[in-house]
């Protein structure tokens, strides 16, 4: 067998792993208080400087500003692209009417964006075998996006999810028993990075769903 077949046989079964793998992650929104998203037709929208960590803030402004220049067009602008712009280095998340006031002030724009996520367990490796039926170790990542009318001064949107991939054993394909065969012990796992940049996809796509686009 020549190594472009071999290749091949490995890429095939490491799809057949992942397919029969067990699904052990899920996404959970947490605010249930918004049911009718925004109005993307009107106004200027200024998107904040996202917090995170470090190795996954790119990651995450690229998904938030691409998802806003599609949806708002020209009217869309970034924080660090922005002039003239008056503003504290760090904007809590919900935020009251007076610190909303100051936004306004601040920057003249219409609508705020506030992006913020945060990295709560990353204790499993991407590919994990023999997990223990009594592993309580898992990957979790969390997301909140909310959005401020500048001139109405309040909050118009806002949406937590928390994304979390945890060990499971998996059980045989063939048997009812615990199998101890290394194709039926090879868990796939999603990273705390991963689980932080899917929350947000989570986010968008229910912001999308519930707005107001333009045509």
Known sequence: ????????????GILFIALTSCKSNTYLFTNHDYKTGVDFTQGKWLLNTVYSAKENREKLTEEATSFFAENIGNRYHFRTDAKGL?????????PNKEQIK??????????????SSKKNKDELGTISLFDDEQSREENNGEVTLEIY????HQIIYAQKVIGRDRAVQQKSMWET????KLIDNINFHKSSNKLVLGSLKKILKDLKKKSIQKK
């Not at 503003?87 to 998340?93: F, S």
């Open 86 to 94: 008056l503003l504290p280095e760090n904007i809590p998340l919900n």
């Open 1 to 12: 067998m020549n190594s472009n077949n071999r290749s091949i046989l490995f890429k095939v």
């Open 102 to 115: 100051s936004l306004q002030a601040g920057t003249g724009f219409d609508y705020f964006i506030n992006v």
């Open 149 to 152: 009318d500048l001139n109405l």
């Open 177 to 180: 028993k615990k199998s101890n």
